[in-house]
């Protein structure tokens, strides 16, 4: 019994012996064998196996772009010779120039806004560097909010806005207009100017407030902005200005190549006087002009709720909309409506402004060049008119008439003649 015993136990070692031999046996060919690979191993095997032939692993090599030897702010030179000021525009026109994604939506959206920009500054005399002002603040976007509870393409603060015309009533907030915004801005940079004689302290002015700088440069004894020191964001602010003036004044020399058509269009707008007795729903508006919801809070960004207000307002509706919301607006029977006027409608515009075709004899065919000249349109500019909007009211960008007219900027004259393409 106890001799069966033994040799069992020996028999179930010997067997236990050879189990594990066996398994270990089975690792190691398994070892020398391709491993089965985890899920995230297949992927980046698959990954290798299709990368093409040629491609290096080695780091992809970043270019270097320098700053600018020199620039200057509203014609005022920046002393790029000291080592701090030259240090602190290199990092604003580093950020920036790598910040591909930005730049294009930059170049895009500057087609659209920029001529509405440059005519101001021209129609004020001031330089055309206070543009670069707008992307800073709000990357050109007229919608764009602070926490701080700036607003608008301009960044207006509640008391500066309502203090150069933008005020708000209800949930009508003017400080979303982008031309009187634009006005606005312009007009407070003037002042800002008037008292501190500096491009640069004005511009640092208008970021933290005209009494920080008045504090800083008594404090300090110095009225040069390169030599106080401010708040962190306007330490930066004149330099981001400034080193996207750089890039954007000159793309091409950073890499930069938007083909042209890929810019975004300047709207085009019929704009309605509409005088409510009551609170109108936006959606009533937009059933009215054939739109959506949507877009007229688009190209209505003042009217921050659901409804427009009672009171006098304009609204800008798609081009070519304006008659039918005026016929369908006064048939509504659930609004209380005083009037409804299209100001800007391209058809009335025509009517008042473009002279009567010369009369032609009947029997005679017109050549192509005489049936050309009769669909041409000529436009007597009138005290008050800017370019962008006889643009918008004969459907037609502001470069499209600048080049029919050979006009160097966007300056106009009372009487002058402008041919409509």
């Known amino acids: 019994m106890k001799g069966r015993r033994q040799t069992k136990r020996l028999g179930a070692a010997a067997a236990a012996v050879g189990l594990i031999l066996g398994v270990c046996g089975c690792a190691s060919v398994q070892k020398t064998d391709t491993v089965q690979p985890t899920v995230a191993g297949q992927v980046m095997e698959s990954h290798k196996a299709s990368a093409p032939a040629g491609v290096s692993s080695a780091p992809m090599s970043v270019p270097f772009i320098p700053p600018p030897n020199s620039i200057d702010l509203c014609g005022e030179p920046v002393p790029l010779e000291r080592q701090d000021v030259y240090e602190r525009f290199d990092k604003e026109v580093t950020l920036i120039v790598y910040n591909h994604a930005q730049v294009y939506l930059w170049l895009k959206r500057m087609e659209r806004y920029f001529p509405i920009i440059e005519e101001r500054l021209h129609q004020y005399n001031l330089p055309e560097d206070l543009k670069y002002v707008a ?129 975004y269009m300047e709207f085009r707008l019929d704009r309605v006087s509409v005088s409510l007795s009551r609170p109108v729903p936006i959606q009533t508006i937009a059933n009215a002009a054939g739109t959506t919801y949507r877009e007229i809070k688009r190209l209505n960004p003042i009217f921050r709720s659901y409804d427009i207000p009672a009171g006098n307002h304009q609204i800008n509706l798609p081009m070519g909309t304006g008659k039918i919301f005026e016929q369908s607006f006064r048939a509504g029977n659930e609004v209380a409506v005083g009037k409804v006027s299209p100001e800007n409608s391209t058809v009335e515009e025509q009517d008042l402004s473009a002279p009567a075709a010369p009369a032609v004899a009947p029997a005679k065919e017109r050549s192509p060049k005489a049936k050309q000249k009769a669909r041409e349109k000529i436009y007597l500019v009138k005290k008050g008119d800017s370019l962008s909007a006889i643009a918008q009211r004969y459907q037609v960008s502001t470069q499209e008439l600048k080049s029919a007219n050979k006009l160097k900027s966007n300056d106009l004259k009372a009487g002058q003649k402008l041919r409509i393409p």
């Open 135 to 263: 992307i800073v603040e709000s990357d050109l976007l007229p919608d764009a909010c602070s926490p701080k509870g700036a607003a608008g393409p301009w960044q207006f603060m509640p008391g500066t806005g309502a203090a150069y015309g933008l005020g708000r009533s209800g949930s009508v907030d003017k400080r979303y207009d982008f031309e009187h915004s634009t006005e606005s801005a312009f007009l407070l940079l003037s002042d800002l100017y008037k008292k501190y004689h500096s491009w640069s302290l004005a511009i640092a002015a208008y970021n933290c407030g005209d009494r920080r700088i008045l504090d800083e440069s008594r404090i300090q004894g110095s009225r040069d902005y390169y030599d106080l020191k401010l708040p962190h964001e306007t330490e930066r602010y004149v330099f981001r200005i400034l080193a996207v003036k750089a890039v954007l004044s000159n793309p091409n020399q950073y890499g930069y190549d938007l083909p042209k058509g890929w810019g």
